[in-house]
C-alpha cells in the first residue's frame, strides 16, 4: 500500500473545500462525498487540522515511521530548526477555511512528490519522513485547546478551539465551522468509519509509539469495534488548583441470600463439549423482603446528602462527585438519586446501575456518568460492560454462592448483553479527563485499552463487585498497567457487601481470629504509589481528596507541552460515618 492509497481512504471525495457551506451539515457531507467520489482532488491541504492529524497519523502509525522521529543527537541545531518553522506554521494557521502558504507546500510536496512511495519504504526516504512527521506535528499544535472548556469567558483560545466549544453549544449559535461528528470526533471530512480524532490529555512517555508523538490529539482507529466520544463538562471550568474530594460509597452494604441466580444450566453438546452455565443477578439489596423497591431520593435524603454534609464539615467543602460501585443501583434508583442531587453542589455521579431488557433481552450491566453545575445536568451518559464476568469455584466459595444444582459443574458466567461497546470520556476541569470501567473491562486488552492510552484520561474510575482491593490482587496488577503507561491515576472501588464475604471466607479458611481490613477501594498513581482505600466498622464512605499538579511532557521529537496536562495525586482519605444505611 502507498501512501496516497492510505490518502484516498480516508479521503474517498478529496480534499476540495470549495463545495463546502459553512455552517455544514452533515447532509453536506455526504452531498460532497457523491458529487467528487467519481473526481476526486487530494491536492490541497485539508482546512481542518484535526482532518490532516487523521491522514497523516495514520500513514505514520501504519507504516511504524514514527521510530525516527528522535531528533539526531549529533545535529540538535537542524532539530531546533524544525520545531521552529513548526511553531512559525502553527502561529500563521488562524483562517479556518484556509492553510497557510508553507503548510500547502508541505502537502502539495508530499502527495505529488511521494504519494507513490510504499508504506513499507517510508524508512528510506529522508524527506518523505520529514514531511509526515512535520505535517503531524504542525495539526497537533495547531489543535491546542480543543475539547476543553476554558477557565473564564475572558480566556482567550485559538479559533480552532473556540469553534469546538461552539459546535458543543445545544444553541450553536456561532459556529464557523460545523462538526458533523462531534462528539464522536473531531474530523470533518475523515469520518468515523475510517479513523476517529478526539482530544487528548496524556502524553505517554514510556515505549516508542504514535501514542508519543502527539500531545493535544488522540488517533483511534473506526468506530466498528468501540464508539469513544468526548463530553464536555461546561464552557467554562474550574480551575485545577481546586482539589478533586471523591464521596465513595461502597453500597450495597450486604447481599441478600438469593441475589444470584442460574439463568441457564450447563448443557453437553454433540462434539463432547458443553454449553456454559449462567447466572444472573437479581438486586434484593434494592428490594427487602416485604418492602417496596428503595426509593433513590430516599437513598439520597438518608445516606448520601447527610455523608455529603459530614464531608464539607470536616473539610470546608462540598465534595466533587459521588462515586457508587458496579450494580450498585438500577436505571430508575440511578435517575431518582441524581434528581435529589441536584442543587446540592455535587459535580459528578458515577455509578454502577443494572437495566433489565425487555423480554427476552440480557440486562445491561451499566455505568451511569452524570455531570452537574446547580440544577442543571450537563452530561448524562451511560456505557455498557464490554465483557462478562466468569465466577469461578473459588469465587463462589467467597462470596458463599450456591445457586447451581449441578455440583459437578464449577463456573458460571454474566448473563448479561455485551454487543453495546462504548466509551465516554469527560473533560471535568481546564485539561483533566476521566474515564469509567466495569470490573472485567479494566483487565481485558479488547477493545478499550488502546483507546484509553492514546487519550491518556487523568482518571480512569473502575467500578467492581468483588472482594478487597488489595494491591497485589488484580484490580491492582491491571490499575499498575494504566498508571504506568500513559501514566493515569486508577481508582477501583467495590461494595462493602463482597469485600465482608470474601473476608469472612478468608477467615474461615485459614482459622484466622482478626478480621481483615475492608479494603473496598485502591488508589494508584503514576509514580506507581498505591494506597488501600479502607472502610472502618460502622463507616458508611470514605473521602477521598486528590491534588492536581502541572506536569511537563514531550514527544518523542522533543515538542513541549509547556507543562499544560495535569497529574492526579493523593491527598488524603477520610472515613465517614453520618447516614442510615439501607
Not at 378 to 402: F, G, P, T
Not at 498 to 506: A, K
Request: with cysteine; proline share 7%.
Amino acid at each position: 500500500m502507498r501512501i496516497i492509497d492510505v490518502v484516498h481512504q480516508l479521503l474517498p471525495a478529496g480534499t476540495d473545500p470549495a463545495r463546502f457551506d459553512t455552517p455544514a451539515s452533515l447532509e453536506n457531507i455526504q452531498e460532497f462525498v457523491t458529487l467528487t467520489a467519481k473526481s476526486p482532488s487530494h491536492l490541497l491541504c485539508p482546512v481542518w487540522p484535526p482532518d490532516l492529524f487523521a491522514v497523516v497519523g495514520t500513514i505514520i502509525d501504519r507504516s511504524g515511521c514514527y521510530t525516527e522521529a528522535s531528533p539526531n543527537r549529533n545535529d540538535l541545531a537542524n532539530h531546533e530548526g524544525y520545531l521552529n518553522e513548526i511553531r512559525l506554521i502553527v502561529k500563521s494557521w488562524k483562517n479556518l477555511l484556509k492553510v497557510p502558504r508553507k503548510l500547502e507546500r508541505l502537502w502539495r510536496e508530499l502527495i505529488k512528490d511521494h504519494g507513490d512511495i510504499g508504506l513499507d519504504t517510508i524508512i528510506a526516504y529522508p524527506r518523505a519522513l520529514d514531511l509526515l512527521l512535520m505535517l503531524f506535528a504542525i495539526a497537533d499544535d495547531a489543535s491546542r485547546g480543543m475539547g476543553w472548556s476554558r477557565l473564564s469567558s475572558s480566556e482567550k483560545l485559538s479559533d480552532f478551539a473556540a469553534n469546538v466549544l461552539a459546535n458543543d453549544d445545544p444553541e450553536r449559535t456561532e459556529i464557523k465551522f460545523w462538526l458533523p461528528y462531534w462528539p464522536r470526533s473531531l474530523c470533518v471530512i475523515v469520518s468515523p468509519d475510517r479513523a476517529i480524532v478526539l482530544p487528548k490529555s496524556i502524553t505517554t512517555t514510556k515505549g516508542c509509539t504514535i501514542r508519543s508523538l502527539s500531545h493535544n490529539l488522540a488517533l483511534l482507529p473506526c468506530d466498528t469495534v468501540l464508539s469513544p466520544e468526548w463530553n464536555l463538562a461546561s464552557h467554562e471550568a474550574k480551575g485545577n488548583v481546586d482539589p478533586i474530594r471523591l464521596l465513595m460509597v461502597p453500597f450495597p452494604y450486604s447481599i441478600p441470600p438469593g441475589s444470584f441466580k442460574l439463568t441457564s444450566p450447563r448443557r453437553p453438546l454433540t462434539n463432547n463439549t458443553t454449553h456454559a452455565a449462567f447466572f444472573g443477578l437479581e438486586q434484593r439489596w434494592l428490594t427487602p423482603a416485604g418492602k417496596s423497591r428503595l426509593d433513590g431520593r430516599a437513598l439520597a435524603r438518608d445516606l448520601i446528602l447527610p455523608l455529603i454534609a459530614e464531608a464539607k464539615a470536616e473539610t470546608g467543602a462540598i465534595p466533587t462527585g459521588v462515586v457508587l460501585p458496579e450494580c450498585a443501583l438500577s436505571a430508575d434508583t440511578t435517575e431518582e438519586l441524581v434528581h435529589a442531587l441536584k442543587g446540592s453542589g455535587i459535580e459528578l455521579v458515577i455509578t454502577g446501575a443494572l437495566e433489565n431488557g425487555d423480554d427476552g433481552d440480557r440486562p445491561l450491566n451499566a455505568a451511569y456518568t452524570f455531570v452537574m453545575q446547580g440544577d442543571d445536568i450537563l452530561a448524562a451518559r451511560a456505557q455498557s460492560k464490554h465483557h462478562r464476568w466468569r465466577v469461578d469455584q473459588e469465587q463462589a466459595n467467597s462470596y458463599n454462592l450456591d445457586f447451581d444444582p449441578d455440583k459437578t459443574n464449577h463456573q458460571w458466567w454474566e448473563d448479561i448483553d455485551v454487543s453495546i461497546r462504548d466509551l465516554p470520556f469527560y473533560a471535568i476541569r481546564k485539561d483533566m479527563s476521566i474515564v469509567t470501567l466495569i470490573c472485567e473491562d479494566l483487565a481485558r486488552m479488547d477493545p478499550a485499552m488502546n483507546t484509553i492510552r492514546s487519550i491518556g484520561p487523568n482518571l480512569v474510575v473502575a467500578l467492581l463487585m468483588d472482594g478487597p482491593q488489595l494491591s497485589g490482587r488484580w484490580p491492582g496488577r491491571y490499575a499498575g498497567v494504566l498508571a504506568d503507561e500513559p501514566g493515569c491515576a486508577v481508582l477501583t472501588l467495590t461494595c462493602a457487601a463482597t469485600v465482608d464475604l470474601s473476608n469472612r471466607h478468608y477467615m474461615k479458611v485459614n482459622r484466622k481470629r482478626k478480621t481483615p481490613p475492608r479494603t473496598v477501594g485502591l488508589w494508584r498513581q503514576a509514580d506507581g504509589k498505591a494506597l488501600h482505600i479502607d472502610l472502618p466498622d460502622k463507616a458508611n464512605g470514605v473521602l477521598l481528596t486528590l491534588k492536581t499538579d502541572p506536569k511537563h511532557q514531550t514527544t518523542l521529537d522533543n515538542r513541549s507541552d509547556e507543562s499544560s496536562s495535569r497529574e492526579l495525586t493523593f491527598v488524603s482519605q477520610k472515613p465517614l460515618f453520618s447516614g442510615i444505611r439501607p
